[in-house]
C-alpha cells in the first residue's frame, strides 16, 4: 500500500474547513510538553522486548513547535523553502495536541 499525497492534502484541507465551519479557529494550549520516540517507531516488529523496553524517549514543546513552524512560515513567505524533516515532526506533533485537545474539551466531531 502507498500513501498518496493528495490524500493527506484533501484529508488536511476537510480538517481545516470542518474546524472553521464549527467556529473552531483557534485551539487553546492546555498543556505544552510532550513525549516523543526517538528510536525507529515504525519498525517495531523488528524489535525485541528487552529493545522496545530501552526505547529513547525525550519531552518536546508544543510551544516550541508553534512557534518553529511560524518562523518558517515568514522565511518560506520571503521564498525560501523551509520545509524539513523536523518541519514534519513539529506539524504531526500539533495534530496529534489537535487530537488530544478535541477528546480532552469533549468536543464532538461527526
Known amino acids: 500500500m502507498n500513501i498518496d499525497i493528495d490524500l493527506l492534502s484533501k484529508s488536511m484541507e476537510s480538517i ?18 510532550y513525549l516523543d520516540f526517538l528510536d ?10 528487552e529493545e522496545l523496553k530501552k526505547a529513547n524517549v525525550c519531552i518536546g514543546s508544543l510551544y516550541d513547535d508553534v512557534f518553529e513552524i511560524a518562523q518558517d512560515i515568514k522565511k518560506d513567505s520571503d521564498g525560501i523553502n523551509v520545509v524539513s524533516i523536523v518541519t ?3 506539524l504531526a506533533h500539533i495534530l496529534e495536541y489537535l487530537s488530544y485537545y478535541i477528546k ?7
Open 40 to 49: 525507529d517507531r515504525f519498525e517495531i516488529e523488528k524489535k525485541s522486548v
Open 88 to 90: 514534519i515532526e513539529r
Open 104 to 110: 480532552k474539551i469533549n468536543f464532538k466531531i461527526n
Open 16 to 33: 481545516v474547513e470542518y474546524l472553521k465551519s464549527i467556529n473552531l479557529n483557534t485551539i487553546e494550549l492546555i498543556d505544552d510538553y
